[in-house]
Structures are given as C-alpha cells and as structure tokens.
C-alpha cells in the first residue's frame, strides 16, 4: 500500500523559512502527483501547492505566491515544499495529499493518498 510521511514542521518567525518534506512509499513515487493542502486555526483545509508526476509543473494558490516553493526528487521520493517569507497567518496543519497519473489540481477530493498532518506554528 502507499502511504505517505511528513516531516519538518515546527515553529518559525516571521520573515524566517521553514523546508517540510514528504516520503512516498509503497509505489513509484515518479507516477504521482503530490500536493500541499494546509488546515488553519478555525477554518477548511485549503490548498497550497501541487507538482505534476511528467513534467513537474506546479500549481501555486495566490496566498503564497512569490513565497512558497514546491518541488520533488523523484530519486528520494520526496516531495518538498520550500516556505520563505513566513507570515504568522500560514500557521497551519499541514498536509501531504499524492494521486497517481494525474495532472496538479486544487481540491482536496482530488486526491486519494494523504499524510497525518505537520504543525507549522509562525511567530510575529
């Protein structure tokens, strides 16, 4: 079975980065689709960011653009996402989704695989 790992999450300062990563085991990570989705204090889980399983592009939700970076290295199975920038409103759970040979999209029900969720927590 596919199951997927999240690590990295923790607390940061504004202004400051913070790296969080996702593992895929169980299947070729290179066939899936991945995706950040981030649940905030009192509000629906919402989406980040996602990478195309071919050609690896990207789809950024307009909160986080110029910030946020997701990327992949298919030879580790990871998936990352790069956090530059930090504002104390991206404090989040944050989730790790995947589906396999599909394109990059948006919503939650899109995705079939997903991690137990990192505490991102953002200082002023």
């Known amino acids: 079975q596919v199951q997927l790992v999240e690590s990295g999450g923790g607390l940061g300062q504004a202004g400051g980065s913070l790296r969080l990563s996702c593992a895929l085991s169980?299947?070729?990570?290179?066939?899936?689709?991945m995706a950040w989705f981030r649940r905030a204090p009192g509000k629906e889980r919402e989406f980040v960011a996602a990478?195309?399983?071919?050609?690896?592009?990207?789809n950024t939700t307009d909160s986080v653009k110029g910030r946020f970076i997701i990327s992949r290295h298919n030879s580790e199975s990871t998936v990352y996402l790069h956090m530059n920038r930090l504002k104390p409103e991206d404090t989040a759970v944050y989730y790790c989704?995947?589906?396999?040979?599909?394109?990059?999209?948006?919503?939650?029900?899109?995705?079939?695989?997903w991690g137990q969720g990192t505490q991102v927590t953002v200082s002023s």
């Open positions: 989704a995947a589906k396999r040979w599909t394109y990059a999209h948006t919503l939650p029900d899109d995705y079939d695989i």
């Open positions: 169980g299947r070729s990570f290179s066939e899936y689709a």
């Open positions: 990478i195309r399983s071919g050609d690896t592009k990207t």
